[in-house]
T-cell receptor, first 113, second 112 residues
Framework: AAGVIQSPRHLIKEKRETATLKCYPIPRHDTVYWYQQGPGQDPQFLISFYEKMQSDKGSIPDRFSAQQFSDYHSELNMSSLELGDSALYFC????????????FGPGTRLTVT | QKEVEQNSGPLSVPEGAIASLNCTYSDRGSQSFFWYRQYSGKSPELIMFIYSNGDKEDGRFTAQLNKASQYVSLLIRDSQPSDSATYLCAVNPVNRDDKIIFGKGTRLHILP
């Protein structure tokens, strides 16, 4: 079965640079979530989109923005990168109404130097 | 009180034994409950979900839910070394659409 696709899988950036992470949800899934996970931490919810509209917002820094496009893929844009932004970034998708049954992509490992 | 609480472990269980992982949650109106397995450096993998009080079995895994006690557990029978991972409990709180709140996770180590 098709899974969530994320690209790139690894990304190295320098401080103050920008990064764009992409997420392609499972076909027919209409909701996308972004999470950030630091070493030894649980996934921290950043933001979610349902039918191309922002549906919820978590601990996403103002330097980050995201959107969901007409084909349901989503992009997380990160600007003025800081060393503390180094983490695993996961995208998950779900079908609305399944009360949180989310399926995760493989993640993007972002390293800021 | 944290919304979803788990013992961080590590929980060490001999191979072939039953591993029991526990989770409590604070929102009494929570509707659905999930167990994710996460290997180091990998993404969380949904292995079980449960909505109703009682037990739900899937292969070697059994999820147990007690809404009155606000408690959900995961039992892994015939534990295998490949079960060694971090297990994340997640809860869908009331009126939060499809958002889920994760616990900190329990590290499980199966001893060969």
């Amino acid at each position: 079965a098709a899974g969530v696709i994320q690209s790139p899988r690894h990304l190295i950036k320098e401080k103050r640079e920008t990064a764009t992470l992409k997420c392609y949800p499972i076909p027919r899934h209409d909701t996308v979530y972004w999470y950030q996970q630091g070493p030894g931490q649980d996934p921290q919810f950043l933001i979610s989109f349902y039918e191309k509209m922002q549906s919820d917002k978590g601990s996403i820094p103002d330097r980050f923005s995201a959107q969901q496009f007409s084909d349901y893929h989503s992009e997380l844009n990160m600007s003025s990168l800081e060393l503390g932004d180094s983490a695993l970034y996961f995208c998950a998708s779900s079908l609305a109404g399944t009360l949180g049954e989310q399926y995760f992509g493989p993640g993007t490992r972002l390293t800021v130097t | 009180q944290k919304e979803v609480e788990q013992n961080s472990g590590p929980l060490s269980v001999p191979e072939g034994a039953i591993a029991s992982l526990n989770c409590t949650y604070s929102d009494r109106g929570s509707q659905s409950f999930f167990w994710y397995r996460q290997y180091s450096g990998k993404s969380p993998e949904l292995i079980m979900f449960i909505y109703s009080n009682g037990d739900k079995e899937d292969g070697r895994f059994t999820a147990q839910l007690n809404k009155a006690s606000q408690y959900v557990s995961l039992l892994i029978r015939d534990s295998q070394p490949s079960d060694s991972a971090t297990y994340l409990c997640a809860v869908n709180p009331v009126n939060r659409d499809d958002k889920i709140i994760f616990g900190k996770g329990t590290r499980l180590h199966i001893l060969p």
